[in-house]
């Protein structure tokens, strides 16, 4: 058990339709709330912990991966989901099946994290372990069931699980190989009929019933998910000043001008008459509720 674990796969197909006209001009991975895209700065925090190889599965505007990969050319390598506009997530992993043969990290595109996120996972005992945060109230949560550690349920209605919610879903998770193979296995038994399965909701619960998964809560873990306008604005103003800051990183944060600029200021507006503190918690980290 805890094999050393030097690769990682980044899930970077998604159209990025809820944000939008940015949705339309870039992959959300290329979103920059310092002096780099996202997804670069999450290459390097890997590079920190000791990942040597990371897989990159694209799909939407593809070609803006091309440039990152030559700045990496001996670590990232690229591989393509052609049937991005239509499917799942899950489906995006299937596609890096061939490439993938040792236990991975499994990372999203669109996330924002500390350091702790990923040595959390790579110190934890165990194999599978899915990583949780405390509660935010910050949009979109994915509520994650447990019993006595492991993964039961995930769901984005948290009155549909049982009474043991332990925390949500952050979107960083390691994966072995055997769960791995029987992730995909239950992909496949679907594939027939839809591609439209979400790796974590449908797959990884699947898989879990057949291996234990563990599930490790970080409560007061500085992350978060940039699925719309209204999550960007948490992320720049709380969020990635919190990592900078635990993470004793000075790189410069990021700052709107022209069009974007005056329409983030004014979401920004909306959201503090609308929302206050539930949405905005303190410095940059998910709150327990």
Same mark, same amino acid.
């Given at each position: 058990?805890?094999?050393i674990v030097t690769s990682s796969v980044i899930l970077a197909a998604g159209m990025g339709i809820r944000m939008e006209r940015r949705g339309k001009r870039m992959p959300k991975g290329f979103?920059?709330?310092g002096d780099r895209? $996202? $997804?670069e700065e999450s290459i390097s925090r890997l590079l920190e912990v000791g990942v040597r190889r990371? /897989? $990159?599965v694209t799909g939407h505007l593809a070609g803006f991966y091309h440039a990152l990969q030559a700045r990496y050319p001996d670590v990232v390598q690229l591989v393509h989901n052609p049937y991005y506009a239509d499917? +799942?997530?899950m489906y995006s992993l299937y596609c890096a099946r061939r490439y993938v043969r040792e236990d991975f990290l499994l990372l999203e595109s669109d996330l924002i994290y500390e350091r702790q996120a990923l040595t959390t996972l790579l110190e934890y005992p165990e194999d599978n372990v899915v990583l949780l945060s405390g509660f935010t109230k910050s949009s979109d949560e994915v509520?994650?069931?447990t019993n006595s550690?492991?993964? /039961?349920a995930m769901s984005k209605d948290r009155d549909s699980l049982g009474p043991h919610v332990a925390g949500e879903l952050v979107g960083i998770s390691k994966i072995s190989q055997r769960l791995y193979r029987v992730m995909l296995q239950k992909a496949v038994e679907r594939f027939h009929t839809t591609r439209h399965m979400d790796y974590e909701t449908d797959c990884l619960v699947a898989a879990a019933r057949v291996i234990p998964v563990n599930c490790h809560v970080v409560e007061d873990l500085a992350w978060s998910e940039m699925d719309d306008e209204w999550q960007l604005i948490r992320a720049r103003d709380k969020v990635y000043p919190a990592i900078l800051q635990r993470d004793n990183q000075t790189a410069p944060i990021a700052r709107e001008s022209g069009q974007d600029g005056r329409r983030l200021r004014n979401l920004r507006a909306a959201l503090s008459d609308r929302a206050g503190a539930a949405v905005l918690p303190r410095e +940059?980290?998910?709150?327990p509720q």
């Amino acid at each position: 058990m805890n094999a050393i674990v030097t690769s990682s796969v980044i899930l970077a197909a998604g159209m990025g339709i809820r944000m939008e006209r940015r949705g339309k001009r870039m992959p959300k991975g290329f979103l920059r709330l310092g002096d780099r895209p $996202i $997804i670069e700065e999450s290459i390097s925090r890997l590079l920190e912990v000791g990942v040597r190889r990371i /897989v $990159i599965v694209t799909g939407h505007l593809a070609g803006f991966y091309h440039a990152l990969q030559a700045r990496y050319p001996d670590v990232v390598q690229l591989v393509h989901n052609p049937y991005y506009a239509d499917s +799942g997530s899950m489906y995006s992993l299937y596609c890096a099946r061939r490439y993938v043969r040792e236990d991975f990290l499994l990372l999203e595109s669109d996330l924002i994290y500390e350091r702790q996120a990923l040595t959390t996972l790579l110190e934890y005992p165990e194999d599978n372990v899915v990583l949780l945060s405390g509660f935010t109230k910050s949009s979109d949560e994915v509520f994650v069931q447990t019993n006595s550690g492991c993964l /039961v349920a995930m769901s984005k209605d948290r009155d549909s699980l049982g009474p043991h919610v332990a925390g949500e879903l952050v979107g960083i998770s390691k994966i072995s190989q055997r769960l791995y193979r029987v992730m995909l296995q239950k992909a496949v038994e679907r594939f027939h009929t839809t591609r439209h399965m979400d790796y974590e909701t449908d797959c990884l619960v699947a898989a879990a019933r057949v291996i234990p998964v563990n599930c490790h809560v970080v409560e007061d873990l500085a992350w978060s998910e940039m699925d719309d306008e209204w999550q960007l604005i948490r992320a720049r103003d709380k969020v990635y000043p919190a990592i900078l800051q635990r993470d004793n990183q000075t790189a410069p944060i990021a700052r709107e001008s022209g069009q974007d600029g005056r329409r983030l200021r004014n979401l920004r507006a909306a959201l503090s008459d609308r929302a206050g503190a539930a949405v905005l918690p303190r410095e +940059g980290t998910k709150n327990p509720q």
